[in-house]
């Protein structure tokens, strides 16, 4: 593994970069404030999980091929942007007994289907973001030790599963502050509402900032 003072510089870095507010950390927010806490839990670890298919890309070299083919870089941010979109404007014409704000985990232990929904929409949404790939891509190997005794894979997928649980620790707590705020607000019908089309508006602005980026 890389030496001590590398390491040292790794996390702060890291933890820099983590708990800087950032798209995941909106999404997040957004999830929650439209649907609730369990919502935004469950949209956080999905984001978690799909960091994964970046690191094992990383790890794998495939993210190089955003760098060698624009035009697949492109067509992925594009195809991401597009699902965000289409998420916010989702919301906003959710009903509100199809997407009622739940402040926490249901007692019988069934998880809701909004809950399931955004785990599986955030999965999507992570693994349509090439911008996480190239920072993988880019952050990594400015860590890691060509002559150290554990192989550059190896620490490609051990640096980058440590990366991706510090920024779902800043997402999870994104979500318990949003799930704070709801929780105050849950008696009232227009208040859902209201949250719910401004985590709607959180997921149209995030799509239409993803696709004007340049780069």
């Known amino acids: 593994m890389p030496s001590t003072e590398l390491l040292i510089a790794f996390f702060a870095t890291t933890a820099i ?34 960091g994964y298919v970046h690191v094992i890309a990383a790890a794998a070299g495939l993210s190089v091929l955003f760098h060698a083919v624009p035009t697949l870089y492109v067509a992925v941010k594009l195809a991401g942007a597009l699902y965000l979109i289409w998420l916010g404007v989702s919301l906003f014409r959710a009903k509100a007994q199809d997407d009622a704000v739940i402040p926490g985990p249901v007692i019988s232990g069934i998880v809701p289907k909004s809950a399931r929904r955004a785990f599986f929409e955030s999965i999507t949404v992570e693994v349509l973001n090439p911008k996480t790939a190239i920072f993988f891509m880019a952050f990594l190997p400015q860590f890691i030790d060509a002559s150290a005794t554990f192989p550059v894979w190896l620490q490609f997928l051990v640096l980058g599963t440590i990366v991706n649980l510090m920024f779902s620790s800043a997402d999870v707590m994104c979500v318990v502050l949003a799930g704070a705020l709801i929780t105050r607000l ?28 340049k780069s």
């Open 17 to 50: 970069f983590a708990y800087i507010p950032g798209p995941a950390m909106l999404y997040a927010a957004a999830q929650t404030m439209a649907r609730g806490r369990w919502s935004g839990l469950t949209a956080a670890l999905g984001i978690h999980l799909g």
């Open 186 to 213: 849950r008696r009232s019908s227009h208040a859902q509402r209201l949250m719910r089309r401004a985590g709607g508006a959180v997921l149209v602005g995030l799509g239409v900032h993803v696709a004007l980026q």
